[in-house]
């Protein structure tokens, strides 16, 4: 976020496309816009991420 490390997070495998998991990774931002870049640390590539949901009133 804004240039700084959340950490390393593991995304389980669902074992198909059909299966939805859900992950929260808990982040801080400072007021003002953010951005958020998500990045593969490993040889298997990205996460399928179909989207990002702030917290209620946080966007």
Do not use: C, H, W
């Amino acid at each position: 976020m804004n240039g700084s490390t959340a950490g390393p997070t593991s995304f389980a495998a669902t074992g198909a496309r059909e299966n939805r998991v859900t992950e929260t990774i808990t982040v801080q931002a400072g007021s003002g816009s953010s951005t958020v870049r998500l990045v593969a640390t490993g040889s298997d590539g990205p996460p399928n991420t179909d989207y990002l949901e702030p917290p209620s009133g946080k966007a």
